[in-house]
T-cell receptor, first 112, second 111 residues
Framework: SQTIHQWPATLVQPVGSPLSLECTVE??????LYWYRQAAGRGLQLLFY??????ISSEVPQNLSASRPQDRQFILSSKKLLLSDSGFYLC???????????FGDGTRLSIL | RKEVEQDPGPFNVPEGATVAFNCTYS??????FFWYRQDCRKEPKLLMS???SGNEDGRFTAQLNRASQYISLLIRDSKLSDSATYLC????????????FGAGTRLTVKP
């Protein structure tokens, strides 16, 4: 069966520091991969999605970037974090664009 | 009009009650519809897909009304463990990866 791993679960970072969140999927090949952010009490906002290695689509302009160096690995990065980057970051996968997405446990990011 | 809109609630119901949530969507060309449940400080989990003909999974029934552009979720015989936030998800058809999540409806089932 397919599993998705996301880490770390919690992260506290100072403003201006870099960020790297990693997500890996097991048990499937060539999944669609997604990064979302959820602010407290709000809905999920799609940040990036990828349909294949090296293919990244950005949904919202921001100081974050994403990379997919391997088929089942998706990385969310920032060179300099802002206070507004705080939130709950979720990685997800699906077998196709119109199929349901399945989420990792999420990373709760606090910027101080 | 928001792309996907839900009544935020909260809905507070006693155990055993029947409760229904609606979700409206703006894009008449949307093709995929889902309900997710999200527990406090946890990731969303797929509850069920919503099919044109309506579908049922145990105590849960999902319906799609394309003419009025809404989907619904009915929970019968509510359990304490049903307490969660229920998210409506609809694809926006701009591209096949553009799923939009509603902000969620909060349900609390009380003894």
């Amino acid at each position: 069966s397919q599993t998705i791993h996301q880490w770390p679960a919690t992260l506290v970072q100072p403003v201006g520091s870099p960020l790297s969140l990693e997500c890996t999927v097991e048990g499937t090949s060539n999944p669609n991969l997604y990064w979302y952010r959820q602010a407290a009490g709000r809905g999920l906002q799609l940040l990036f999605y990828s349909v294949g290695i090296g293919q990244i689509s950005s949904e919202v302009p921001q100081n974050l970037s994403a990379s997919r160096p391997q088929d089942r690995q998706f990385i969310l990065s920032s060179k300099k974090l802002l206070l507004s980057d705080s939130g709950f970051y979720l990685c997800a996968w699906s077998i196709g664009g119109l199929q349901p997405q399945h989420f990792g446990d999420g990373t709760r990011l606090s910027i101080l | 009009r928001k792309e996907v809109e839900q009544d935020p609630g909260p809905f507070n119901v006693p155990e055993g009650a029947t409760v229904a949530f609606n979700c409206t969507y703006s894009n008449s060309a949307s093709q995929s519809f889902f309900w997710y449940r999200q527990d406090c400080r946890k990731e969303p989990k797929l509850l069920m897909s919503v099919y044109s003909s309506g579908n049922e999974d145990g105590r849960f029934t999902a319906q799609l009304n394309r003419a009025s552009q809404y989907i619904s979720l009915l929970i019968r015989d509510s359990k304490l463990s049903d307490s969660a936030t229920y998210l409506c998800v609809v694809n926006m058809r701009r591209n096949n990866n553009d799923m939009r999540f509603g902000a969620g409806t909060r349900l609390t089932v009380k003894p």
